[in-house]
T-cell receptor, first 114, second 113 residues
Framework: GAVVSQHPSRVICKSGTSVKIECRSLDFQATTMFWYRQFPKQSLMLMATSNEGSKATYEQGVEKDKFLINHASLTLSTLTVTSAHPEDSSFYIC??????????FGPGTRLTVT | EDKVVQSPLSLVVHEGDTVTLNCSYEVTNFRSLLWYKQEKKAPTFLFMLTSSGIEKKSGRLSSILDKKELFSILNITATQTGDSAVYLCAVEARSQGAQKLVFGQGTRLTINP
């Protein structure tokens, strides 16, 4: 199946700083990638759809100025959490469509804001 | 609003038992239903279902979709402790010109030895 990687797998940052998370499709090109957030013992919540070469589409209630998404190439999307606060601490997961129409997920990034 | 509901939310059984996990949905422009298994990290893909009544099988796991009644089930037979995980159901829908997945809350399955 398709492989999606994320970096870093875990990050701890101080309140007020910004953190960048990378999502790469390793053996295929992904014109569209998705960013999800998952709080403990809850399901995945779609934050935004990242489109190569154009602006991301954000879900209702997600602040686009706080969660900056850049999809500069067919294999890389980045999510930057700006001015992070403790309530932004969560598990962030990206995904991309595989060749057969299924969606493959990256391993996730656990963000802790102190 | 698109909605996916899973039941039960939590299930504890003994090794060797058979379990059935349920997923019902209400979405516009349904395209497919997917099942994922999530352990400590990101979800891993199990099945994708697009047609009613056709069972998909992989070892002890099987799944089927009913597009008339808008639900799917995931069966696991002869359960093992390694089956303990959260099982997520997601429906692919088309909204505002874009395809996306809508996830259910998940079923937390615990298999006791």
């Amino acid at each position: 199946g398709a492989v999606v990687s994320q970096h870093p797998s875990r990050v701890i940052c101080k309140s007020g700083t910004s953190v960048k998370i990378e999502c790469r499709s390793l053996d295929f090109q992904a014109t569209t990638m998705f960013w999800y957030r998952q709080f403990p013992k809850q399901s995945l919540m779609l934050m935004a759809t990242s489109n190569e070469g154009s602006k991301a589409t954000y879900e209702q209630g997600v602040e686009k100025d706080k969660f900056l998404i850049n999809h500069a190439s067919l294999t890389l999307s980045t999510l930057t959490v700006t001015s992070a606060h403790p309530e932004d601490s969560s598990f962030y997961i990206c995904s991309a469509w595989g060749r057969a129409g299924e969606q493959y997920f990256g391993p996730g990034t656990r963000l802790t804001v102190t | 609003e698109d909605k996916v509901v899973q039941s039960p939310l939590s299930l504890v059984v003994h090794e060797g038992d058979t379990v059935t996990l349920n997923c019902s949905y209400e979405v516009t422009n349904f395209r497919s239903l997917l099942w994922y298994k999530q352990e400590k990290k990101a979800p891993t893909f199990l099945f994708m279902l697009t047609s009613s009544g056709i069972e998909k099988k992989s070892g002890r796991l099987s799944s089927i979709l009913d597009k008339k009644e808008l639900f799917s089930i995931l069966n696991i037979t002869a359960t093992q402790t390694g089956d303990s995980a959260v099982y997520l159901c997601a429906v692919e829908a088309r909204s505002q010109g874009a395809q996306k997945l809508v996830f259910g809350q998940g079923t937390r399955l615990t298999i006791n030895p």
